[in-house]
């Protein structure tokens, strides 16, 4: 199995509402990601998780926190989100010190 | 600050014709550089690359880093209107313990056209 499962595949929320996106992964890898993507940019890395504790958080705003419960799931909590947050969530995952990402097929999430 | 650029941000050929993608990169602790394709959601990846001079292949599609003029290039030959694609290039670096982190290019959108 070479896949990273994410869901739902499109989330539609106010700025008030608790989301939550999900990502799964069965290859044995001890590193996951989430990246943000905007349309027609390139993803943009938010948090890294090294063997369920987080190694990276490149300054994401306390709205996004990230959740590695055990070494096969990924979550990404979301609480009073704003409109620009809207993108593609893509959750990937890789070996240790690996540099192949595997990427999941992402959330289009929709903020109003 | 570490900089991944790729040129050109979009090209349009016609099918059979020839293309190459260009990244070049400034970034500490290089590790290595990797070639991804993203039609619709999920970048599926092509190429990893660490060592200088030596081409990978697969099938139509070849790549190649210079790691002392700091780029790499991607050939695509006999361009198909299935390669239309955002081909992305990704550095990765050392960021301390069992960590790696990609920083990746602005991408190319390719339009192959019948």
């Known amino acids: 199995d070479t896949e990273v499962t994410q869901t739902p595949k499109h989330l539609v929320m106010g700025m008030t509402n608790k989301k939550s996106l999900k990502c799964e992964q069965h290859?044995?890898?001890?590193?996951m990601y989430w990246y943000k993507q905007k349309a027609k940019k390139p993803p943009e890395l938010m948090f890294v998780y090294s063997y369920e504790k987080l190694s990276i958080n490149e300054s994401v705003p306390s709205r996004f926190s990230p959740e590695c419960p055990n070494s096969s799931l990924l979550n990404l909590h979301l609480h009073a989100l704003q409109p620009e947050d809207s993108a593609l969530y893509l959750c990937?995952?890789?070996?240790?010190?690996?540099?192949?990402?595997?990427f999941g097929s992402g959330t289009q999430l929709s903020v109003l | 600050e570490d900089k991944v650029v790729q040129s050109p941000l979009s090209l349009v050929v016609h099918e059979g014709d020839t293309v190459t993608l260009n990244c070049s990169y400034e970034v500490t602790n290089f590790r290595s550089l990797l070639w991804y394709k993203q039609e619709k959601k999920a970048p599926t990846f092509l190429f990893m690359l660490?060592?200088?001079?030596i081409e990978k292949k697969s099938g139509r599609l070849s790549s190649i880093l210079d790691k002392k003029e700091l780029f790499s290039i991607l050939n695509i030959t006999a361009t198909q209107t299935g390669d239309s694609a955002v081909y992305l290039c990704a550095v990765g670096r050392n960021y301390g313990g069992a960590t790696n982190k990609l920083i990746f290019g602005t991408g190319t959108l390719l339009a192959v056209q019948p």
């Open positions: 660490t060592s200088s001079g």
């Open positions: 990937a995952s890789s070996p240790p010190r690996g540099d192949k990402l595997f």
């Open positions: 290859m044995g890898h001890r590193a």
